[in-house]
Each structure stands twice: as structure tokens, then as C-alpha cells.
């Protein structure tokens, strides 16, 4: 079994979601079958980061800004990872483009995960592991769907978590495999978001190496459940008023 995990270059988690490949990694010590994992970084670094990160920090948002300010720094002026605890590392600009596709053929890799991108992924790459695509979506769904809909969650007083599910065209669509409740509500305020998301990135690495071990197991995915809803909410970045009434209502930011 080959896995390709797919993310960002640059996130707003703290130490840029190492927390989530660590864990997954240090999960699949024990898997008696061999596995490979591949992990690949699509590559985001941006100016624009430095700025946003100024702006949401003078708005109070200081501990979001501050990871996603170092994260940027890191990627613009350390080193490219070439490995991370002895896996390999790789660069691409998107998952569409056709330098992505050729390495995912030449390396015969069974099954991409997506975690922390914003990238719809095409019908092309979607079709050419023979396991799939699937993706860590940062929701329970099928009830939250679309950005950040953990802060959402914690904002409105609903569980928060996160769901990995098999990736269609459709966005925040496909069979649902694993729901994850990271914090029950109702909650104890404040409630610090970096660290909730950091904690739940740890989770996620584990979640999912459980759902390869089944895989790798059974050479089948587990039955899931239907990815639909009559109580659909789709939810969106916050503007500024949102994040002031989110730290008001005590979400540390």
C-alpha cells in the first residue's frame, strides 16, 4: 500500500499541521503489512500571508496570526523539508496540474489524502488511485459544510470536530467513512482555538491511521454513511465584526 498525504505549504496551525503527520506517522509504526507514505506540500507561500497576518493581529486575532506569520517565514526562508522522520517529501503547485498526475502514476500510489487545502480537486486525479481520493474536512458533516466550520461550531455551541470522507467534484461531498468529535458541547469559556485546532490535528494523524489499518486490512474501505442532510449549514470565513463577537463571546483567538 502506497499513500500520498497531500497539504499545504503553509497553514495557520500551529507548527503547520506537523502535529497531524507526526501523529499519523508515529500511528502506522505498528502496521505489520508494509505500508509507504509519500508526502507531498503544494506550495502556497505567499506575501500576502505577511500582511494578513499584521492585519488580523492589530483586529486582536494575535495567536492566529502569529502561526500563520511564522509558517509563511519558515517557508520562505528555511529549507525545503526533504524528509520528515525519514519519509520523503515532495513539491507540487496543485493537485490538477500534469507534473502532480505523472508522479502520482509513477509512483503507483493507492490512495491520496488531502488535509488543510483549498484545492477542488479534478476529475482526473480523483480517478487515478485505484483507492481514491479522500479528504479531512474540518466539519462534522453532513450538517456543517464549507470553511472553518470548526470555529463555527465552537462559536455556536455545537460539537466540533472533524470528518474524513471519499472526495467527488462535488465540494465537502462523498460517502462519509470516520466522524470525529474533538470537543462536546457545550462548552467552558474561553476556549482557545489554536490550541483546540492543534489538539485536534494530533487526533486527525490518529483517526486516520486507524482507517488505513482497515484498509490495508481488508484491502476495502469500511462501509459509511450517506453524505446528506435536511439541517445543511454552509459557513464561511468570519469577517471582522464575526471575529470580535467570537472573542466577546470568549473564543480566544
Given amino acids: 500500500m502506497k499513500i500520498c498525504l497531500v497539504t499545504s505549504e503553509v497553514t495557520y496551525i500551529r507548527k503547520n499541521y506537523r502535529g497531524f503527520i507526526d501523529s499519523f506517522i508515529e500511528s502506522m509504526n505498528d502496521q505489520k503489512e508494509p505500508v509507504e507514505i509519500l508526502i507531498v506540500f503544494l506550495k502556497n507561500k505567499s506575501l500576502t500571508y505577511f500582511f494578513k497576518s499584521m492585519a488580523l493581529y492589530f483586529l486582536g486575532v494575535r495567536h492566529f496570526s502569529y502561526d500563520l506569520f511564522i509558517n509563511n517565514f519558515k517557508a520562505y526562508f528555511s529549507f525545503k523539508n526533504k524528509y520528515i522522520s525519514n519519509y520523503p517529501c515532495f ?31 479534478k476529475k482526473k486525479i480523483l480517478n487515478l488511485p485505484p483507492f481514491g481520493c479522500i479528504n479531512i474536512h474540518h466539519g462534522l458533516l453532513p450538517d456543517n459544510r464549507g470553511t472553518m466550520c470548526d470555529l463555527h461550531a465552537l462559536n455556536n455551541s455545537m460539537d466540533a470536530g472533524f470528518t474524513i470522507h471519499k472526495m467527488n467534484k462535488k465540494i465537502d461531498d462523498g460517502e462519509i467513512l470516520i466522524k470525529q ?73
Avoid at 207 to 215: F, Q, V
Fill in 91 to 121: 513539491y507540487f503547485n496543485s493537485p490538477n496540474e500534469e507534473e502532480f498526475h505523472q508522479f502520482i502514476k509513477e509512483q503507483k500510489v493507492d490512495l491520496i489524502v488531502n488535509a488543510r487545502t483549498r484545492y477542488i480537486y
Fill in 181 to 253: 468529535i474533538v470537543l462536546s458541547a457545550p462548552y467552558t469559556f474561553p476556549i482557545n482555538y489554536s490550541d483546540y485546532i492543534y489538539q485536534s490535528s494530533c487526533i486527525e494523524g490518529k483517526t486516520l491511521a486507524l482507517l488505513m489499518k482497515d484498509l490495508i486490512q481488508n484491502n476495502i474501505f469500511p462501509k459509511g454513511m450517506e453524505n446528506k442532510t435536511l439541517n445543511n449549514r454552509h459557513f464561511k470565513n468570519p469577517d471582522k465584526n464575526e471575529l470580535k463577537k467570537m472573542q466577546a463571546k470568549g473564543i480566544v483567538l
